[in-house]
Nanobody, 121 residues
Framework: QVQLVESGGGWVQAGGSLRLSCAAS????????MGWFREAPGKEREGVSC????????YYADSVKGRFTISRDNAKNTVYLQMNSLKPADTAVYYC??????????????WGQGTQVTVSE
């Protein structure tokens, strides 16, 4: 079982940047598909970004393409989400999760506890 701990959330004005971290323990993330998700008040949890384990391919929701970048540091067993040009619509609790399938499957494994991101006008 992989344990995940997110950090890096906070408050930022529109146009600002934040970098979220997802530190994993229990298993090397180099062999795991990792994803970032977010859940805004009153809305369903949605996928934001994913990085594959095989070739490092990355995928993004249309709403964040060009603004967010997912990456992994296998030496630190950590996945990052660099968020630039933040908008109030990005306000949500952000979660990282492992996926036992591909970035297109919903076979999720472990989830972190979430980190709050608040973007003000």
């Amino acid at each position: 079982q992989v344990q995940l701990v997110e950090s890096g959330g906070g408050w930022v004005q529109a146009g600002g940047s934040l970098r979220l971290s997802c530190a994993a323990s229990g298993r090397p993330i180099s062999s795991i598909v990792m994803g970032w998700f977010r859940e805004a008040p009153g809305k369903e949890r949605e996928g934001v970004s994913c990085i594959s384990s095989s070739d490092g391919s990355t995928y993004y929701a249309d709403s964040v393409k060009g603004r967010f970048t997912i990456s992994r540091d296998n030496a630190k067993n950590t996945v990052y989400l660099q968020m630039n040009s933040l908008k109030p619509a990005d306000t949500a609790v952000y979660y990282c999760a492992t996926n036992r399938g591909s970035c297109f499957s919903r076979d999720f494994g472990s989830w972190g506890q979430g980190t709050q991101v608040t973007v003000s006008e």
